[in-house]
Nanobody, 127 residues
Framework: VQLVESGGGLVQAGGSLRLSCAVS????????IGWFRQAPGKEREGVSC????????YYADSVKGRFTISSDSAKNTVYLQMNSLKPEDTAVYYC?????????????????????WGQGTQVTVSS
């Protein structure tokens, strides 16, 4: 299993970025894919998740209405469109893959339910 994130960078507050997570090595529709972030000195935070089997999604309250997760099964890629970015969104963003389960979908923001992780991509939002 391999996950490769891209799309991070430096953006001014109010701007947008789209992160991509290209995945390989497993059947795309059998898994959930989540986006997490970790800022220096802070705990890892679950940002968003998509159930590739039924398309259901999860968003942390801190990003609802600003971030959108989507997946393209033909390209085995999951996207995180981030709009109206704020300085507090600054972090390393990781995508992760987890086997679909009742437990994962009941707590999609909990990193322990995810089995494979990408290397991370830095997002920096300047004020």
């Amino acid at each position: 299993v391999q996950l490769v994130e891209s799309g991070g960078g430096l953006v001014q507050a109010g701007g947008s970025l789209r992160l991509s997570c290209a995945v390989s090595g497993f059947t795309f529709d059998d898994f959930a894919i989540g986006w997490f972030r970790q800022a220096p000195g802070k705990e890892r935070e679950g940002v968003s998740c998509i159930n590739n089997s039924d398309g259901s999604t999860y968003y942390a309250d801190s990003v609802k209405g600003r971030f959108t997760i989507s997946s393209d099964s033909a390209k085995n890629t999951v996207y995180l469109q981030m709009n109206s970015l704020k300085p507090e969104d600054t972090a390393v963003y990781y995508c992760a893959v987890g086997v679909l389960s009742t437990e994962l979908m009941s707590r999609p923001n909990h990193w322990t339910y995810y089995d494979y992780w990408g290397q991370g991509t830095q997002v920096t939002v300047s004020s």
